[in-house]
């Protein structure tokens, strides 16, 4: 069975610094992808990014950047000079190759502050 | 580019009424996904579809049904609402093709059940 774990339920940060949230999971398996997803007050699910199991080579995305340790079968999400646009609960995710199940972590509400 | 699309955005049923959340994507993607994401739980897989004709269930299934007629439309059928059923409905789809990794989510229903 495959698990996600976000062990952080709310965290705050202040604006232009930089916060990281952490993500592990369970799986068996080898191929994979794992996602972070922000979710806004509007309900709008948003790829923030997104990292293949088979590349070494953590994932970035402008501000944001990801810890990929597929050993400790780990995922935590970096945001540099926090925004207040960045304010939004954040989703682990998990998904096996060819597969369409999506499993989620119980996310993360983040709040940045001015 | 509408994207994936749910009708309606809020609901409010009363215990034993039925009725049918609506989701229809316009990308020609073969994935389709419904999900329900209640607080501190992150969202949880009720039912799936790899194809038109073909579904699945996943991880809370009971009191739903879904039928995939089209690639286009993934209705999804509460047969009879009771509270446990308040939540948020999320409709996702993702194309069946090589690298197609991302889940495309439409708005969500709020589904409230008195």
């Known amino acids: 069975a495959q698990t996600v774990t976000q062990s952080q339920p709310e965290m705050s940060v202040q604006e232009a610094e930089t916060v990281t949230l952490s993500c592990t999971y369970d799986?068996?398996?080898?191929?994979?992808?794992l996602f972070w997803y922000k979710q806004p007050p509007s309900r709008q699910m948003i790829l923030v990014i997104r990292?293949?199991?088979?590349?070494?080579q953590n994932a970035t995305e402008n501000r944001f950047s990801v810890n990929f340790q597929k050993a400790a079968k780990s995922f935590s999400l970096k945001i540099s000079d926090s925004q207040l646009g960045d304010t939004a609960m954040y989703f682990c995710?998990?998904?096996?190759?060819?597969?369409?199940?999506?499993?989620f972590g119980s996310g993360t509400k983040l709040n940045v502050k001015p | 580019n509408a994207g994936v699309t749910q009708t309606p955005k809020f609901q409010v049923l009363k215990t034993g009424q039925s009725m049918t959340l609506q989701c229809a994507q316009d990308?020609?993607?073969?994935?389709m996904s419904w999900y329900r994401q209640d607080p501190g739980m992150g969202l949880r897989l009720i039912h799936y579809?790899?194809?038109?004709?073909?579904?699945d269930q996943g991880e809370v299934p009971n009191g739903y049904n879904v039928s995939r007629s089209t690639t286009e439309d993934f209705p999804l059928r509460l047969l009879s609402a009771a509270p446990s059923q308040t939540s948020v409905y999320f409709c996702?789809?993702?194309?069946?093709?090589?690298?197609?990794?991302?889940?495309?989510f439409g708005q969500g229903t709020r589904l409230t059940v008195v």
């Open positions: 996702a789809s993702r194309g069946g093709e090589e690298g197609a990794t991302e889940a495309f």
């Open positions: 799986t068996s398996e080898n191929n994979y992808y």
């Open positions: 990292q293949e199991a088979y590349k070494q």
């Open positions: 995710a998990f998904t096996l190759y060819n597969f369409n199940k999506f499993y």
């Open positions: 990308m020609n993607h073969e994935y």
């Open positions: 579809s790899v194809g038109a004709g073909i579904t």
